[in-house]
């Protein structure tokens, strides 16, 4: 199987953010000129698509479970996934039994194929009414196991296309493909060429295009010179075909993520398109990436005729960074304010990545119970399962100059409002409190990480940690956690729960009492109370039986009784 792009995700990358930029407005440079007028993929929303998702039993030659299991040869469960996200299932007419829980409102965990023709149509038609124009198909080595897999999907990519009036180009990864230099024009010549006679194969300048991701990376998977890389590029332009480059983040200075000494091979394409997933988690990254990266970028490219297609990602869902859009928005406005030539979003069906934009679970309700996979809601905030589709489809209005440049994003998360929050409100909220030992700060509350706990100033009652939920909400529920593990013996833990909405002024919710915390029960004690409107919710400790001190693993908040 190929590797996910996941595995040049590079952590260093991610950097220290600068101040975010006005709200409002931004000062943003000139548009650069661009190289090529408007077509296919100039001035136009471009989405990654993988397509490579099958089950066993839906007729694909692979006869696996392809991208969802670790063991392919068995159904998913929450110890053979490869999956983070869960897909939005209610417009698929037909589903595969995993071996997950059922969904936390009952109904089975199933999965759906991509090898469905009704699955392609169904991620074109969503396509189609969400501003989508064109869909890059992603090509891994055909040479090995996957191949007639993936000469399969290019005609079910095809025939959905044509059908929905989309546009769809090959783009050919290069990831562990060991003889790519010769395989990838025999490929092109004897099997995808055949698609440019399609009325909806994507056309840049009259030619068809093709995209070749992965050229320069610093990592194992792609160790090409520069010289069979540019080879590559020369040969494809020669047979006529405007070329893109899928290029590392740091393609221009040739460092980090990219080789020394490609800059000849970079140049010699018509768009470069550097990758992105990973390399930000939020606003005041992409707001640093503005500047030290797309601003200068495009500066080279238009200085070269070269066309600028950056990545725009939605963020990875399982590792809370969406921000329910925010971040998104963030690089719509940054990017369209400098004036670049196109979008690509990766990715469309990555639910490997958490990066998708398609219909997603918008609750607990739709995700397979005990699984630990979050919805949309993850940060307390209804969105509706094709939110990151509608959001897409604003971008590119705005894209396109059929919507003012405003950095307030316009997309409601929610039409109507969406129903009450359901997730927790307090996950990864900002946290503090009135002191703590050592290393054992507020912040690991809220983690989402069981093992990491706040441990107040010892011997010194009373004491508390505290919770900004953002925004004044209804709550009705607090589950205090200690680390599921049997070290952390029975204990009895004497506390309040009080709420403020301006941070001052607090109020009881639920009185003073022993809480017991019983490794045998999972360490968990839940305090409901009335429904009480607080944006900071406060957890004030006064003894412990078994620690001189307040300590929590575990807080969260709930808009909703147990």
């Known amino acids: 199987m190929s590797i996910s792009r996941r595995s040049v995700i590079l952590s260093a990358l991610a950097g220290t953010a600068t101040a975010g930029l006005a709200s409002t407005a931004m000062a943003a440079p000139a ?7 408007p077509g296919d993929v100039v001035g136009k929303i471009t989405v990654g698509y993988q397509g490579w998702f ?7 030659p692979i006869n696996s479970w392809w991208h969802y299991s670790s063991n392919a040869s068995q159904p998913p469960s929450p110890s053979n996934t490869t999956l983070v996200s869960w897909p ?3 417009d698929f007419t037909r589903g595969y039994q995993t071996a997950y829980q059922n969904l936390g409102n009952g109904a089975p965990a199933t999965l759906f194929s ?10 074109f038609r969503w396509m189609r009414d969400n501003g989508c124009d064109s869909a890059a198909l992603q090509r891994f ?4 196991g996957e191949g007639p897999t993936r000469d399969g999907m290019a005609q079910k990519v095809r025939q959905s296309a044509e059908a929905y009036g989309r546009k769809f180009y090959i783009m050919y990864d290069v990831t562990n493909w060991t003889s790519m230099q010769s395989q990838i024009k025999d490929d092109w010549t004897t099997k995808m060429k055949a698609h440019t006679a399609s009325a909806a194969y994507a056309r840049q300048n009259g030619k068809p295009v093709v995209c070749v991701w992965g050229f320069g990376f610093s990592d194992p998977g792609r160790p090409f010179a520069p010289a069979p890389c540019k080879d590559v590029v020369d040969w494809f332009k020669a047979q006529g075909c405007y070329v893109i480059g899928g290029v590392p983040t740091h393609w221009r200075t040739g460092t980090e993520d990219s080789r020394p000494g490609f800059l000849d091979v970079y140049h010699s394409f018509d768009m470069i398109s550097p990758w992105m997933v990973g390399r930000i988690s939020d606003v005041a990254g992409a707001d640093r990436f503005l500047r030290d990266l797309n601003t200068p970028d495009l500066a080279d490219c238009a200085a070269h005729g070269i066309d600028y297609q950056p990545c725009v990602i939605p ?12 971040l998104m928005w963030r690089q719509f406005y940054n990017l369209v304010g400098i004036g670049v030539q196109g979008f690509y979003i990766s990715m469309f069906d990555e639910f490997n990545e958490g990066n998708q934009i398609a219909k997603t679970a918008e609750t607990a309700a739709s995700v397979p119970a005990g699984s630990g996979i979050r919805a949309l809601d993850e940060d307390g905030t209804a969105c509706s399962s094709d939110y990151y589709l509608r959001l897409t489809a604003d971008g590119g209005r705005m894209l396109k100059g059929q919507l003012a440049l405003t950095a307030v994003r316009p997309t409601v998360p929610y039409p109507g409002g969406g129903p009450a929050p359901t997730g927790d409100l307090a996950l990864r909220r900002p946290a503090t409190a009135s002191g ?11 983690d989402g990480d069981p093992a990491t706990y706040w441990e107040s100033v010892n011997n010194a009652f009373p004491q508390w940690i505290q919770i ?7 709550v009705q529920r607090v589950v205090l956690t200690l680390p599921p593990n049997p070290a952390w013996a029975r204990r009895v833990q004497t506390l309040s729960v009080q709420g403020s909405v301006n941070g001052t002024d607090f109020t009881t919710l639920a009185g003073s009492e022993g809480r017991t915390f019983d490794p045998a029960t999972g360490n968990t004690a839940t305090v409901t109370f009335p429904a009480a409107t607080a944006r900071y919710v406060r957890v004030h400790f006064t003894a412990n039986t078994g620690w001189p001190a307040g300590q929590l693993s575990g807080f969260s908040v709930y808009g909703t009784p147990a």
């Open 54 to 60: 099958a089950c066993i039993g839906d007729g694909a």
């Open 436 to 446: 703590q030992t050592q290393v054992y700060g507020p912040a690991n509350a809220v």
């Open 88 to 90: 939005d299932m209610g």
């Open 315 to 326: 963020g990875d869902l399982q590792s809370g960074h969406r921000a329910h859009g925010d």
């Open 114 to 123: 991509s090898w469905d023709q009704q699955t392609v149509d169904t991620h």
């Open 468 to 474: 900004d939920l953002g925004a004044a909400r209804s």
């Open 31 to 37: 548009p650069a000129p661009a190289a090529s007028p």
């Open 141 to 144: 080595n055909p040479y090995g």
